[in-house]
């Protein structure tokens, strides 16, 4: 117990540059004051005593903002940063040097008994105000990004964005895990593909709209519109259709694309 919690001040000196004293991290860290009353409920859960754990850790979210069930395995050189409003359910297992912000939970889902909480390997990011839910394996080195929901199994070495979180491989890339900066935007990229996508298709229809117009215009001039790009097998069809069906058709497609283009 006494070389986690060394582990769990050590970890603390490391990651936040804001950390400038012994005494400073003992008495204004909630997070490390959290996992140190954590460590003495879990040792006496152990022992199957039927009050006191759940009352030490009542005692604890009071004081801290900290909500950790005595019976939650936590490893050595767990940091969490700023820790109000953190919630780690009874079978939720944490991994060691796991990182984990405020307002993150580690919850369960359903009433079922036995293991219903996830399980957090090494090296763990997990953002503010994520949601990890269910009896769910979240794998080594993975960074969950804030604020997203996580349902699933995540593969090791993965970033976890949006709701419902998804799984964006950085393959190759190591990222400090605290630049939040780094974690990729997938909605923003999907809207950005999506609008080029629209800009593309409406460059074809004003395109294709042009086409008809001169098609048309060249119609009434009594020219056909058959020009080099056109095959044997284009010119067979409009030869075999008719200058009729042609026109009426034509006409038609060009009243459409405008209405279109009103719109």
Same mark, same amino acid.
């Given at each position: 117990? $006494? *070389?986690?919690?060394?582990?769990?001040?050590?970890?603390?000196?490391? *990651?936040?540059?804001?950390?400038?004293?012994?005494?400073?991290?003992?008495?204004?860290?909630?997070?490390?004051?959290?996992?140190?009353?954590?460590?003495?409920?879990?040792?006496?859960?152990?022992?199957?005593?039927?009050?006191?754990?759940?009352?030490?850790?009542?005692?604890?979210?009071?004081?801290?903002?900290?909500?950790?069930?005595?019976?939650?395995?936590?490893?050595?050189?767990? $940091?969490?940063?700023?820790?109000?409003? !953190?919630?780690?359910?009874?079978?939720?297992?944490?991994?060691? *040097?796991?990182?984990?912000?405020?307002? +993150?939970?580690?919850?369960?889902?359903?009433?079922?008994?036995? %293991?219903?909480?996830?399980?957090?390997?090494?090296? +763990?990011?997990?953002?503010?105000?994520?949601?990890?839910?269910?009896?769910?394996? !979240?794998?080594?080195?993975?960074?969950?990004?804030?604020?997203? +929901?996580?349902?699933?199994?995540?593969?090791?070495?993965?970033?976890?964005?949006?709701?419902?979180? *998804?799984? +964006?491989?950085?393959?190759?890339? %190591?990222?400090?895990?605290?630049?939040?900066?780094?974690?990729?935007?997938?909605?923003?990229? !999907?809207?950005?593909?999506?609008?080029?996508?629209?800009?593309?298709?409406?460059?074809?229809?004003?395109?294709?709209?042009?086409?008809?117009?001169?098609?048309?215009?060249?119609?009434?001039?009594?020219?056909?519109?058959?020009?080099?790009?056109?095959?044997?097998?284009?010119?067979?069809?409009?030869?075999?259709?008719?200058?009729?069906?042609?026109?009426?058709?034509?006409?038609?497609?060009?009243?459409?694309?405008?209405?279109?283009?009103?719109?």
């Amino acid at each position: 117990m $006494f *070389r986690s919690l060394r582990s769990d001040f050590s970890i603390i000196k490391e *990651r936040d540059p804001a950390a400038r004293g012994f005494w400073e991290i003992i008495f204004c860290y909630p997070g490390f004051q959290a996992l140190s009353i954590h460590r003495v409920s879990h040792k006496l859960w152990k022992y199957n005593l039927p009050l006191l754990p759940r009352l030490l850790s009542h005692i604890s979210r009071v004081f801290t903002g900290v909500e950790i069930h005595p019976g939650a395995k936590i490893g050595k050189g767990v $940091f969490i940063d700023h820790g109000m409003g !953190v919630v780690i359910g009874e079978t939720s297992e944490i991994g060691d *040097r796991c990182l984990l912000y405020q307002g +993150v939970t580690l919850g369960g889902t359903g009433k079922e008994s036995g %293991k219903r909480h996830p399980t957090l390997e090494a090296n +763990v990011v997990v953002g503010a105000g994520a949601k990890v839910l269910g009896a769910i394996l !979240v794998g080594t080195n993975t960074r969950i990004g804030a604020g997203s +929901v996580v349902v699933k199994d995540v593969q090791a070495n993965s970033t976890v964005v949006g709701i419902p979180g *998804r799984i +964006v491989h950085q393959s190759g890339v %190591k990222i400090n895990p605290l630049a939040h900066s780094a974690l990729p935007d997938t909605e923003a990229n !999907v809207l950005r593909n999506l609008m080029e996508r629209i800009d593309q298709l409406e460059n074809d229809i004003l395109g294709l709209q042009d086409l008809v117009e001169s098609f048309q215009i060249n119609r009434k001039k009594g020219k056909r519109l058959i020009g080099e790009s056109q095959s044997l097998r284009d010119k067979e069809i409009i030869e075999f259709i008719g200058n009729d069906f042609l026109d009426e058709n034509s006409e038609n497609l060009s009243t459409n694309l405008k209405s279109e283009q009103e719109r």
